[in-house]
C-alpha cells in the first residue's frame, strides 16, 4: 500500500495486500476484482498480508459470501465475493 494513500485514507503502509492477478471465473474475477486492487480487509479483518488472508479464507465457511474491502483508484469500495474450495492438483505417479 502506497505510503501516501494509506495515510490519507487512514490504512498503514502494511495494511493491504495488492492483486496481481486474477483467474477469469474464479470468485475474484467473477467479483469484480481487478489486477492492481489493494484487499485491506476481509469481513472487517484487516488483512496486511497475503497469509493472513489465507488464514482467514482457511476458516471461513465455503459457499458463504464474504464482503472485502478492497482500495481501487485512491477510493475504499466494499465487493461481495463467494469463496470455493481450491482445487486439488493431481497426484504424481
Do not use: K, N, Y
Amino acid at each position: 500500500l502506497d505510503r501516501r494513500l494509506g495515510r490519507r485514507l487512514g490504512f498503514a503502509p502494511s495494511s493491504g495486500v495488492e492483486v496481481m492477478a486474477v483467474e477469469a471465473g474464479g470468485p475474484a474475477g467473477t467479483a469484480g476484482i481487478l489486477v492492481g486492487d489493494v484487499v485491506v480487509s476481509l469481513d472487517g479483518t484487516p488483512t496486511p498480508t497475503v497469509d493472513a488472508i489465507h488464514r482467514a479464507l482457511g476458516r471461513w465457511p465455503v459457499p458463504r459470501e464474504v464482503e472485502l474491502g478492497v482500495l481501487r483508484g485512491g477510493e475504499l469500495r466494499r465487493i461481495r465475493a463467494v469463496p470455493r474450495e481450491a482445487a486439488t492438483p493431481p497426484r504424481r505417479s
